[in-house]
DNA sequence: AATGAATGAGTATTCATTCAT
DNA sequence: AATGAATGAATACTCATTCAT
């Protein structure tokens, strides 16, 4: 990658994050470098090929790093909860560039077969194998499709986030991160079996009273 | 609405649907109805406007019937299934609507200020409510935010549906609505209380196996 | 003209004077009028006849008026001063109009065979009758053509008020007029008559000394 | 200015000459040069900025040629009347530039706002400086607003020339200047000075013959 | 007199990409 | 590596006028 390739991906993340993909021309990347238009098909084959480039230098790092990270996180629940903290500080962090992925890149023709897509999947991967672990290690219920949870939570937090890419709300991700994992992990429900647990203690206590009893 | 009104929607609707926005100009929408291009604005004053009258056209009677099924449903956990249910249908149904709005309407710039992005939290609100339901008759944990869920289940039915909206696979209404509904009621864990429940099990069959056999 | 007509033709007054010819649709006044569009093809043939009537509505009393008024002026050089102040003063009184009529019923492609056109050649040609009266009357000289003068009275006024019907400047019609009739009058210069003038007068003032003393 | 930017502005100028700005489309000059009709934007901006430059060119000459011509001149009115035929002579040279500028380029909203109103500005301000330097040197009255001279001159010879420009007469600008350059410095009065120089005359021809009456 | 739906021609502008230099 | 002129397709929208009712 030499310097000239760099400056044009750095001018075009700029631009792309300040003016949309759309809005942004290719003169005003090679204005923003100070080169002529076509110097920039010397470096990308395309427009599209400088964002799909942008968004995998976004990207790959923080697959690297998630990698990592994870590996160094015992708790399957922790690690799960990283994954939901990382993808939400991305939103409030990047916006922008979140922005661009879902709202210009995503809806593209070739996005599906694009090298972005792929990465992608690398990234929500990292999530599935979590949930598998999980359910390996017996954290996790098996009954569960680990790509089910992948898409809500990764879906979901689109969602959660995105009045906060528009700007129209703010969000912490240390409180949206345990939110969403204690609601991924346990779920809506005020428990059955907590309610049959209180049965059951109850129960429990009672035939303790009665042990005690005929033990006195 | 008369009958010519009628029959620019659903010229549009049918282009929209099989082309994209996009890719339909205000001619073809003239041409497949049989008149000239400019009575396309004796109805409608701009080319979103018929967009955004086809998304309605499509969201507003599911809005109507969901709201009414919904009031005809007991309990709290088969009304947010149905909720659930009808969202992932509206996916395998529609898809290609269901691509025009996310894919198409949604990234626009003007459109959170619009009567689709109004309808569409009309709609959205529904799940608000049963949840709110659930929670005030303590079926529902309270201390879980009713739009994160909210978010959570659109958002995620979303990532679960796409890629059959995308024509890259298959999904039944059914089994994802069975599926996600128990994933959101009840999350992931091999319950904790399921374990204490176990053991409290357990301590209750000794404890009756002793009384028991001291009664014998 | 029916009260319906009269209508119509305030509308578009109105109109035309606000937001120009161009900028107001056969619909705008139909609409201002509360009638259908199709209604103004009633009792106009066209737009562009429409905005003939207003400006003939405009013209015609003026002709009149100035006609009459002339008439009762004995002087030429005040008749003359009489249609340079009116002229101004319309500019002053009425400046949408004046723009209307310069800026976008003149300069349309069939106004020299229009009905306007021969209403302005009546009206300047009121200014070439009291200059050929000045001229009979030995007032003003007879190697002057009287068209040439109306031509300098007209152009030269559109260009001093055209500031003023532009926003851009204001004036007084009393003294402008003063100022241009004198100009137009008597001339720019010091006068070359005065100069001989005052050699003749030397001139006689000598022989007239010589007579006295010849005399004396 | 590159040969293809000349190439264009010939094109336009002979266009819009021919058949007016309005009624001729981009493409019509790009295909009258030889071009897409792109390559005309990669030299301009706009259409209209094509028609401002297409003036300009014809303007700028003739306000350098009139500076220089009139600094060669003495007499202050031959220095008025020479921008008085320059003036009349562009109308019968360059009717259809003449035309295009009045009924085209002057009625547009942005007019007084661009650069080819100052370069009017520029041109006609000689005049003014002309009349302040007759004012300055007592050859003209300085009681007359130089700006009045300048509008009373242009505007005039915009009517007298009309004719011409819209082929309806034919003009001779030697004519026309020296009629007009003496009716702005002389005025339409039978001079009252002249009538009292008539009576001087008459009465130097009276004592003259006294005289020789006398001598005899 | 009135309606009002329908007509349908007409055009400036953008911009990713190429290629001769 | 770089230049930068050239390409050329592609399109929403307006509105004066008509005419069947």
Request: hydrophobic letters at 40%; charged letters at 30%.
């Amino acid at each position: 990658m030499s310097g000239r390739s760099t400056e044009i991906l750095e001018a075009a993340r700029d631009l792309f994050s300040r003016n949309g993909y759309e809005s942004t021309s290719v003169s005003d990347i090679a204005g923003a470098v100070g080169v002529a238009d076509g110097a920039i098909y010397r470096h990308f084959p395309s427009k599209r090929a400088v964002l799909y480039e942008v968004i995998r230098e976004f990207y790959e790092p923080v697959i690297v790093m998630a990698r990592r990270n994870i590996a160094g996180i015992g708790d399957v629940r922790q690690r799960l909860r990283y994954l939901i903290w990382l993808q939400v500080r991305a939103f409030t962090e990047q916006p922008e560039l979140c922005r661009l992925i879902i709202a210009e890149a995503r809806p593209m023709e070739d996005y599906y077969e694009s090298e972005i897509a792929d990465l992608n999947r690398r990234y929500t991967s990292l999530l599935v194998e979590v949930v598998l672990d999980g359910q390996r290690h017996g954290t996790f219920r098996d009954d569960v499709e680990p790509t089910m949870v992948r898409d809500l939570v990764y879906g979901g937090i689109e969602h959660i986030a995105w009045g906060a890419v528009t700007g129209r709300s703010e969000i912490d991700p240390n409180v949206i991160a345990d939110d969403l994992t204690r609601l991924i992990c346990t779920g809506l429900d005020v428990s059955r079996t907590q309610e049959r647990e209180s049965g059951l203690v109850a129960q429990v206590a009672r035939l303790e009273a009665l042990i005690d009893r005929m033990e006195s």
